[in-house]
């Protein structure tokens, strides 16, 4: 029997499967991670308003939607059959979109108010939903035989997807604390995990003698569950980091209002009774300071432990991508994975920006952003950028060009903080453009100083929203218009711009155009010039060295293996235990190490300084390697005497530098005079 073209029978014999249970467990691990996610993010969503309300309602359909599709791929790559299975990629990506709209219908059921009739309707709506995205899956599926499905057990799943889905909406609705939602997205990945296996337990492959779907640009299951697995997890890693820095600035202002509150009471009561004490109101004002010193010390450990642990599960995601695109041995990408793993690259690369505009503007609010100043060519800074920016230019039929200006202009500046403000200025002139505008930046003498315009013929401001241009995570109402950002750049752009005692100005007419104008001292020694960063023949440039590297991260190990192997001249040794690595440091007596600064037991500047005590180890040169990017721990760095420091996420670039610096002997005067 044939219903809506899925086979139904109650005979038919079919071949032997089974699941590998690795990747049932991982299947599982996924829409539990992506039910914890969505519950933390629809717990904003209670005292959101207005557009905050949209995005926490988006977010976790986006969140919970693609979790379900997410661990529905990984347990098909684990169902395992004698055949090679291949996947239509317009259906598969069909039945994702299809669980994504069920979710964030279910959601918009529950906002007209909690009722038992509402979450039931809801329940339903995403149950069947989750139930059309499974099987358009499974139709998506193509292998050498003819799918067949018991009616019991198909029935069964489609009830046992809506019993899912109305537990999962009554529980968003009820909980309230972490652990509760811990608890609570163990039980809905149980659920969702039952309602896939026990379609699975009713679904019959009966052997055919051809394969059919040849020639239909198939996707390999694994390739395809990896893909949509990374993309969820950078959309997971997202969906968690605003939740936290949401739930952290709400404290933060409940904090503050309660804490001026006090102040108000306090100063009323003085004024009113005239009996305030002079030495009781210094102490006041002396915890005062201490509790301010104190909050700015947890801020700046925040920082570093978000930059940390932010940036390490980055590493691996750039650094693999980068070495996929360099190429994976002699196996070379197909276009199809080719454009995969530019897609990961693109993402991940966005995600770090991303996380650097958050704690740079964090850096700033505290006092802790640094420039150094010196003499700098804007022109040759902004033509850099163009070449960069082009094929973004040329994807948005915009024209983007450097206008003629006068000669040996220069200006004082921290080069690469410039750098990030007309980055920042010509991304926006690109994003908001319209197609067959241009974007031109210009470099003149403006009285005692250097003005550099990025001018373009985009959309424009409303004027009634200039005054909230430079306003953190303020984007203009222009939260749906499908451009990414979190609304920091301008806000960050300015604070850049003061902080090199310079000016940043805009004028904009709504459907015209804007010019936005940075105002910085002008320098009359002749500008710095700097060698750009390439990536060619990388292979060629390494330098042939026995390196030893210290690191406790599985992943970051992995990485840097195969990173030497696709250079090819680098022979490498690896440890995860600090005592371990001075053991071998001494018997091996390496061209190079590569120390991890935060490892367990004995951080890296343990184990440079006991480097140092050796005599056989104190000439090795050492670079360190941190997620940590705050001025503090690179300086401590310095003072360490390691012979380089690296940032992750690591490029192959950077790391190929380093090694150079580290291995070149030093130039003596002997040398020079020759």
């Known amino acids: 029997m044939e219903v809506l073209g899925l086979c139904f029978s109650r005979e038919a014999v079919g071949i032997a499967t089974r699941h590998d249970g690795a990747l049932v467990l991982i299947s599982y691990m996924v829409a539990a991670l992506a039910s914890f996610t969505a519950l933390d993010m629809t717990e904003r969503l209670r005292t959101a308003r207005g557009a905050a309300r949209r995005f926490w309602h988006l977010g976790a359909a986006l969140v919970l939607g693609g979790g379900i599709w997410a661990m529905h791929f990984v347990a098909m790559l684990a169902y395992r059959t004698p055949f090679t299975v291949g996947y239509a990629p317009g259906l598969t990506v069909l039945s994702g979109l299809i669980a994504m709209i069920g979710v964030a219908a279910g959601l918009q059921v529950l906002a007209g108010g909690a009722t038992r009739t509402r979450i039931a309707g809801g329940g339903v709506l995403v149950g069947l939903a989750v139930a059309t995205m499974h099987y358009m899956g499974m139709e998506a599926m193509r292998l050498p035989g003819e799918v067949y499905y018991r009616p019991g057990l198909f029935a069964l799943s489609v009830v046992v997807a809506v019993a899912a889905a109305t537990t999962a909406l009554w529980l968003t609705v009820t909980l309230r604390t972490a652990k509760q939602r811990a608890i609570a997205a163990v039980i809905m990945a149980l659920a969702i995990c039952g309602m896939h296996f026990t379609g699975m337990a009713g679904t019959v492959i009966v052997a055919g003698v051809s394969a059919p779907g040849a020639g239909e640009g198939l996707v390999s299951g694994s390739l395809l569950s990896a893909t949509i697995v990374a993309g969820t997890a950078l959309i997971l890693t997202v969906g968690l980091m605003c939740a936290y820095v949401d739930r952290r600035l709400e404290a933060q202002s409940l904090a503050e209002a309660v804490r001026l509150r006090a102040i108000n009471e306090h100063l009323e009561s003085a004024v009113a009774s005239r009996t305030a004490d002079l030495t009781s109101a210094l102490g006041a004002l002396d915890e005062q300071r201490r509790r301010a010193e104190a909050a700015n010390r947890a801020k700046s450990d925040f920082l570093a432990s978000m930059s940390h642990e932010l940036r390490t599960p980055l590493n691996a995601v750039i650094g693999f991508a980068e070495v996929l695109r360099m190429g994976w041995g002699d196996e070379a990408l197909s276009r199809r994975q080719g454009e995969a793993v530019d897609q990961i690259h693109v993402a991940g690369r966005h995600l770090l920006a991303l996380i650097e505009e958050v704690l740079d503007f964090a850096r700033i609010e505290s006092g802790k952003v640094s420039v150094s100043i010196e003499a700098v060519d804007p022109r040759e800074v902004a033509e850099a950028l163009v070449g960069s920016f ?12 450097v206008a003629p200006s006068e000669a040996g202009l220069a200006v004082r500046a921290d080069h690469l903080r410039l750098k990030q403000v007309l980055t920042n200025l010509m991304s926006n002139a690109i994003k908001y453009n319209r197609p067959r505008g241009n974007v031109e930046v210009e470099v003149r003498r403006h009285g005692g100083q250097v003005r550099i315009s990025v001018r373009d013929t985009g959309l424009g401001i409303p004027a009634g929203r200039m005054a909230d241009l430079f306003e953190p995570f303020d984007r203009l109402g222009r939260e749906s218009s499908g451009v990414e950002g979190a609304g920091l750049g301008l806000a960050l752009t300015r604070r850049l711009v003061e902080a090199m005692d310079g000016r940043l100005d805009v004028q904009s007419q709504e459907g015209v155009g804007s010019t936005f104008t940075v105002d910085l001292p002008a320098e009359h020694a002749p500008a710095v010039t700097r060698d750009e960063d390439r990536h ?43 005592w371990e690595g001075l053991e071998l440091a001494a018997r091996l007596r390496p061209d190079v190490i590569l120390l991890d600064i935060n490892l367990p037991g004995m951080d890296g500047f343990e184990v440079k300084a006991r480097l140092d005590a050796d005599v056989a180890t104190r000439d090795i040169p050492v670079i360190a390697i941190s997620a940590n990017v705050l001025g503090d721990t690179i300086a401590r760095g310095q003072a360490a005497g390691f012979r380089g420091y690296l940032t992750k996420p690591i490029s192959v670039r950077a790391l190929v530098d380093a090694l150079h610096e580290a291995t070149e002997p030093p130039m003596t005067d002997g040398a020079v005079n020759a």
Do not use: C, F
């Not at 082009?390 to 060009?401: D, G, H, I, Y």
């Not at 590297?549 to 696709?566: G, K, P, T």
């Open 536 to 578: 060619e023949a990388l292979q060629a440039q390494a330098p042939k060295a026995l390196v030893l590297y210290i690191e406790d991260n599985a992943s970051n190990i992995r990485l840097m293996r195969h990173i030497a192997q696709v250079l090819g001249s680098i022979d490498l040794h690896v440890t995860d235990e600090p």
């Open 390 to 401: 082009r094929p973004t230019a040329e994807r948005a039929s915009v024209s983007l060009l």
